[in-house]
């Protein structure tokens, strides 16, 4: 069961957003996330067979709004890049992929500690992909490698990617999975925030208005207790 929540948590989301953003434009991308929840419901209907309540759906509707919102009123698409159905389709399997894994294994990951549980997880994903990335381990350009880029690449390894593992399943084992996937929605909330402290973006009225309606459907989703817990 380790391995098949590996599969679904680790293997196939990371793959397909690996390969998939090659050919998606950041916009497209961040469109496809807001579809998250979605993915959720779907997978929670499919495993539990049940419905959720009518202000869930509601809560989920004005979440989306507000993220499709934030996402539009920062569009910062370079000319001549466009997305290829391929690439589309891939990120969405990363949804997909990883709705399924919060439907099928809520439970059971409350049964190891979270150390242990992403260790075995980490593994058996390491393991799986390690075959189709020999070749771009053994293209790698140590020569060109600085303190610049370890530094950038420690970051991705440990933070973005160690990280977020580490304290998504803490978050999981007290969330349903749709709550969980509506928490989503905080990520453009803090890529707004970062983005102005770095001096990369400003803050609008639409982004305010986008920021307040987001917020709004997370709560909402957050007060309601879902069939599916």
């Known amino acids: 069961k380790i391995y098949a929540a590996s599969l679904l948590s680790m293997t196939i989301p990371q793959a397909a957003l690996l390969w998939g953003i090659k ?4 916009f497209d991308a961040s469109m496809v996330n807001t579809l998250k929840p979605l993915f959720a419901i779907f997978a929670s209907l499919l495993v539990f067979r049940k419905g959720v309540g ?3 759906w509601i809560g989920v509707a004005v ?3 507000g993220a499709v919102l934030l996402v539009i009123s920062g569009q910062n698409v370079p000319d001549g890049l466009t997305s290829s159905p391929t690439g589309i389709g891939l990120m969405c399997i990363n949804g997909l992929s990883f709705a399924f ?8 990951i409350k049964k190891y500690s979270i150390i242990t549980f992403m260790k075995w997880c980490t593994l058996f994903a390491c393991l799986t992909l390690l075959p189709f990335s020999l070749q771009d381990i053994s293209s790698v350009n140590l020569e060109i490698m600085n303190m ?3 530094g950038e690449l420690a970051f991705l390894t440990i933070g973005a990617t160690f990280l977020t593992y580490l304290t998504g399943p803490a978050g ?6 749709t709550k969980y996937y509506i928490m989503s929605y905080i990520q453009p909330l803090t890529t707004a925030v970062i983005s102005v402290m770095a001096g990369t973006d400003i803050i609008t009225p639409v982004k ?5 309606i987001m917020i709004t459907g997370v709560l909402t989703v957050s007060n309601v207790k879902s069939k599916n817990s």
């Open 172 to 177: 999981q084992k007290r969330l349903s999975p």
């Open 101 to 108: 894994y919060l439907a099928l294994f809520n439970t059971f």
């Open 148 to 150: 610049k880029r370890y």
């Open 208 to 212: 305010l208005l986008a920021c307040g």
């Open 54 to 56: 009518g202000k869930t």
């Open 63 to 65: 979440a989306m709004a």
């Open 23 to 26: 050919t998606t434009t950041p």
